[in-house]
């Protein structure tokens, strides 16, 4: 049984920092995409950011040039810098690891940005 567990997030001042790590933990290979989502109160979820398993990453617009993804493959660990938090970036964050023909979850994480 593949589980991811997340940890990192918190409560952060506008402008902080916080970074977002999700383990996952069992037997899991081939892991092709690493995939961070948010899903803040009353909105659908929402890709913030991919990274393949050679290292390409992908971002959504409203957290460019703040977060970094990245992964150690390792470890099966991948990991989300966030700097310059804002309180639009408040919201429950999510892990998804993508296998073959498999879709992994974590449980979430809540990140709160305070004015």
């Known amino acids: 049984q593949v589980q991811l567990l997340e940890s990192g997030g918190g409560l952060v001042q506008a402008g902080g920092s916080l970074r977002l790590s999700c383990a996952a933990s069992?037997?899991?290979?081939?892991?092709?995409?690493m995939r961070w989502y948010r899903q803040a109160p009353g909105k659908q979820r929402e890709l913030v950011a991919t990274?393949?398993?050679?290292?390409?990453?992908n971002y959504a617009d409203s957290v460019k040039g703040r977060f970094t993804i990245s992964r150690d493959n390792s470890k099966n660990t991948c990991y989300l810098q966030m700097n310059g938090l804002k309180p639009e970036d408040t919201a429950v964050y999510y892990c998804n690891f993508l296998t073959i023909g498999l879709n992994h979850w974590g449980q979430g994480t809540q990140v709160t940005v305070s004015s």
């Open positions: 990274i393949t398993n050679g290292g390409s990453t």
């Open positions: 069992g037997s899991i290979f081939n892991i092709n995409l």
